[in-house]
């Protein structure tokens, strides 16, 4: 199983731009979710996913959308990107909802806004 | 509002020591605690789970405990290797399925 796959590693935008960082777990987990990790802040919840269809807010959701249409995929966008942004995202998996056998994290995208 | 906090932030060891690390949080309603590894630059890794029945985990020369009522838990690390040199973070998970992070200790095992 390759787990949780992040894409890209590493990424540079624009102030203003936009872009999407892809999500994809191939271990038929229900529970997705995207953290970011900034210096002396440790790893922050943005969004989260109990299953195909639903889709929830965070701790940090400003400045992000997410959806959720397949049980593979949770893609992270944002519609227009802000230096404030720039931080390191990782993508975690769990399943199943009813037992808890710990969270799996992908690799992450590192991104810089200028 | 559950709050994780990690002490010491920044530990720094010879090799072969036996150490701890320290996790406490402020809501003992919690599903499961959860021990992870990163390196720099690199993903989280998943140390141990320990669900909220249970008092500790093992894994290899690895040993997380469990204390609910006062808040706690620890890592053991036996017989330290510069190989274990890492940030380490734990996490609890409440009800509503999210991870609350601690900030991490940055551990260094000199050889």
């Known amino acids: 199983n390759a787990g949780v796959t992040q894409t890209p590693k590493f990424q540079v935008l624009k102030t203003g731009q936009s872009m999407t960082l892809q999500c994809a777990q191939d271990m038929n987990h229900e529970y997705m979710s995207w953290y970011r990790q900034d210096p002396g802040m440790g790893l922050r919840l943005i969004h989260y996913?109990?299953?195909?269809?639903?889709?929830d807010q965070g701790e940090v959701p400003n400045g992000y959308n997410v959806s959720r249409s397949t049980t593979e995929d949770f893609p992270l966008r944002l519609l227009s990107a802000a230096p404030s942004q720039t931080s390191v995202y990782f993508c975690?998996?769990?399943?199943?909802?009813?037992?808890?056998?710990?969270?799996?994290f992908g690799s992450g995208t590192r991104l810089t806004v200028v | 509002k559950q709050e994780v906090t990690q002490i010491p932030a920044a530990l720094s060891v010879p090799e072969g020591e036996n150490l701890v690390l320290n996790c406490s949080f402020t809501d003992s309603a919690i599903y499961n605690l959860q021990w992870f590894r990163q390196d720099p630059g690199k993903g989280l890794t998943s140390l141990l789970l320990?669900?909220?029945?249970?008092r500790e985990q093992t894994s290899g020369r690895l040993n997380a405990s469990l204390d609910k009522s006062s808040g706690r838990s620890t890592l053991y690390i036996a017989a330290s290797q510069p190989g274990d040199s890492a940030t380490y973070l734990c996490a609890a998970r409440g009800s509503n399925y999210k991870l609350t992070f601690g900030k991490g200790t940055l551990l260094t095992v000199n050889p």
């Open positions: 975690a998996s769990r399943s199943p909802l009813l037992r808890d056998y710990g969270y799996t």
């Open positions: 320990i669900q909220s029945s249970q």
């Open positions: 996913s109990v299953g195909a269809g639903i889709t």
